[in-house]
């Protein structure tokens, strides 16, 4: 049947009423809680999203936000009905899924809609519909089927978006491309006041504050979410998230950070916990309880790849020595200590032991592999990475290793650089066994423009033999990924500090089947 | 002439002020709870507030959850007049735990320089419980011969430091001891000179003196961690020009004594500390003739 908005009135009462409503802005309704007065502002000015794509399922999402950087994004406290639809085509033509959803502003209205029923490894287009006001349409894409056999898999993976230090044109060229999936992997916020900055508002309050209670983390995921090119990106693709510190603090760990004691630090990991699900499209096992989020999560792409999602920032010790940059020793070796928390390795080690997949690639916040910062003999290791965490990483290479994990990947942000580097079963011995590849993907915008190769970069290179490649710009990595080979091409951006930079191809990775490391470097 | 200014209250030292209890509200309605069991204070209980840019008051928001169940709640604050408020909602998690956790943020609030004195209200809100805190509008303090033409005039500065804040030298507060209580300014570029720290005086004035106060406490002695060189400017006919220089300076408080000059604004170009890393100044004053 040929239809296009007007289905939208069809679809259930309760959606037929509101829409009515909607339609007739002079007459009030006994309908409760509404007034009859319609919003003509804009409500979908955060965009649209989906993630956590299943063989028939993905999550949409969208946030009510006439004014959002407004207390409540501009909404009055009343919950609202949402109508949401998921069609087969991009027209809205062959409509497969539709529905209601409540939302109001304990979520900061937001929508999240766990789409059951979905065919697999196909294309959706989805859209919302409040006040008779459409939203713009997202693209998404279910995962393939259990057993299935997938020919290929185009995924991009990004991290680190300090709005204030650049242009999003890493997004703006993500969206272009056509990817099945997309790998968020940390500080999608960040939390600290500033005082200047690239773009026009840098010195806005809702930029230059620091963010603590839950009013101030919502306002600035709004303030984040409002770039067009993040919501383009967002909408042609379903994203897998995972967060990092800045989603919360500075290099938290656990229940510690030096701004505050444990109980009270309790409250705004809750307060960002809370606001990070609000703007994220994840479902409701992701849904917090006051300061405890389950994050860390499996998905599978038919017998082609298996990614495990971690989250080694809920669970960690502490970091040792200080934190800070350091020479390993007793501490970061200590085998009491964990980056991922006894709960999790089980879970990723179980996981691994009952994987299928041609590619098992963890998907999180920071490099597994050894920095070495310091020139010469001497060995300084950044005490926030798993080199913080020796025992810890000793335990998950070592556990691959022992379940016979075919092609380990990892792929991580976090560092504000390109860092690709074959994973060691112990990086004190050059000469022991490769048993998986690391791509760390540089910050979409954070540190501003960069350059190909800075000091540290140089160094990094020649103090770490197993790291095959380096770059200082700004970008993210599009892979491409067969039963054969996996490709990582990194995307980057020659300059951020103004708009309309241009994004290039800087390396293409190579990592073979059977072949543990990388393989191939063309730059 | 100091004015009064509202300070922080410290976590842990809350005021009993204005507590929302349960059994005091009346129902609001049939069907949403009437009453809450986030008891709601605030400190201090009352204000007072002066047009000035720099010198906003800052009234202490608390809410404690006394139920059993962990809960998020909503705090609105609704101004009247012209008071201008840095928040008008506070949302937080909290947890409902033994003993009571309470859970603070600050609001400041500010009225434009040519508000008139007078009495003003915030109404503070949460789960349809209500509490309201009287607002008194004072006076300008004087401005005149004698008086510090920078206390609570606009600052800017070429960086701040994400622990301080921009007016926090300009707040009529130089004890150095408080330097960990946002009462002074830190530039946000490490180990990066010059930075420079500026007050805009509410009207061109003619000034003589300048009174620095960098850090000098017992933790942090100004030979190790205070100011060391800084060149000081006067703003003229929108030209920055240099009035007199300090060098290798090791004291907290520096007077600094120049030719009169007819001054929109005034600059501490801050060129070097004692160690080195960042400009601190504790209080800048600015006095004329």
Known sequence: ?523 | MRIRRQTVVAAGTLLAAAVLGSSSMPAATSDVAATSDVAVSVAPEQLSVVGLPCLPSTLNLTMTNTGSQDRYADLTLEPTGPLQLSRTLFSSWLPAVDPDQPVSAPVEIRVPRETRPGSYQIGVEVDRSRVTVPVTVEPLPSKGPGDNLALGEQATASSTHGNFTLCGAVDGDKDPEHWDTLTGWNDGTRAVFPDTYDVALSAPATVNRVELYTLDSAKYPARLNGLRDWDIQAKVGGVWQTVTQVRGNTLGHVTSTFDPVQAEAVRILCLDGNDHTYSRIVELEVYGT
């Open chain 1, 1 to 523: 049947m040929p239809t296009t908005r007007r289905n939208f009135l069809t679809v259930s009462g309760a959606a037929a009423a509101l829409a009515l409503s909607g339609s007739l802005p002079e007459i009030k309704t006994a309908a409760a809680g509404w007034t009859g007065r319609v919003d003509r502002r804009d409500p979908f000015t955060l965009g649209v999203a989906s993630g956590d794509p299943l063989p028939d399922a993905v999550v949409i999402w969208t946030r009510l936000a006439p004014d959002p950087l407004a207390p409540f994004g501009g909404m009055d406290r009343r919950p609202v009905e949402v109508q949401w639809q998921v069609a087969e085509d991009e027209e809205f033509r062959r409509i497969v899924r539709s529905g209601t959803a409540r939302t109001g502003p304990e979520a900061s209205h937001s929508v999240h809609v766990d789409v059951r029923g979905l065919r697999p490894w196909r294309h959706y287009w989805y859209r919302f519909r409040v006040n008779g006001q459409l939203s713009p349409v997202g693209r998404t894409r279910t995962a393939p089927a259990y057993d299935a056999v997938v020919p290929e898999l185009s995924l991009a993976f990004a991290s680190c978006q300090a709005w204030w230090e650049g242009w999003y044109t890493a997004y703006a060229d993500m969206a272009k491309r056509d990817h099945d999936v997309v790998f968020f992997l940390g500080d999608y916020i960040y939390e600290f006041g500033i005082d200047r900055g690239i773009r026009p508002h840098s010195n806005e309050p809702y930029i230059t504050q620091q963010t603590v209670t839950l009013d101030e983390y919502r306002q600035r995921y709004a303030a984040y979410k409002l770039d067009p090119d993040l919501q383009s990106a967002h909408a042609k693709a379903p994203w897998i998230v995972t967060l990092d510190d800045h989603e919360v603090v500075d290099n938290w760990a656990d229940e510690a950070h030096p701004s505050a004691p444990p109980a009270q630090f309790r409250v705004r990991r809750a307060n960002a916990f809370r606001a990070y699900w609000e703007h994220m499209p994840l479902r409701l096992s992701s849904l917090p309880k006051g300061p405890d989020m389950q994050l860390y999560r499996r998905f599978r792409y038919g017998r082609l790849a298996e990614f495990s999602v971690l989250d080694t920032r809920q669970y960690r010790s502490d970091q040792a020595y200080g934190d800070g940059t350091k020479a390993p020793g007793p501490e970061t070796k200590d085998p009491a200590r964990t980056i991922t928390g006894d709960a999790q390795e089980k879970w990723l080690l179980d996981g691994w032991a009952a994987s299928q997949t041609r590619w098992n690639v963890l998907a999180h916040q920071t490099a597994i592999a050894r920095l070495d910062t310091k020139d010469g003999p001497e060995v300084l290791v950044p005490m926030d990475t798993w080199d913080g965490y020796e025992a810890s990483r000793n335990r998950i290479l070592g556990g691959a290793v022992q379940r016979k994990v075919r092609n380990l990947v990892s792929i991580a942000g976090d560092l504000h650089r390109s860092v690709a580097s074959d994973l060691k079963l112990d990086f004190n011995d050059p000469a022991s066994a490769t048993v998986g590849a690391e791509f760390v993907g540089t910050s979409i915008t954070s540190g501003i423009d960069g350059q190909d190769l800075d000091a540290g970069g140089a160094t990094l290179l020649r103090e770490n033999p197993h790291m095959k490649f380096g770059n200082f710009q700004r970008g993210y990595v599009s892979c491409s990924i067969t039963p054969q080979r996996w490709i990582s091409d990194y995307r980057v951006v020659d300059k951020v500090s103004v708009q309309g930079g241009t994004v290039s191809t800087r390396a293409k990775l190579l990592v073979e089947d059977g072949r543990p490391g990388i393989a191939e470097v063309q730059k």
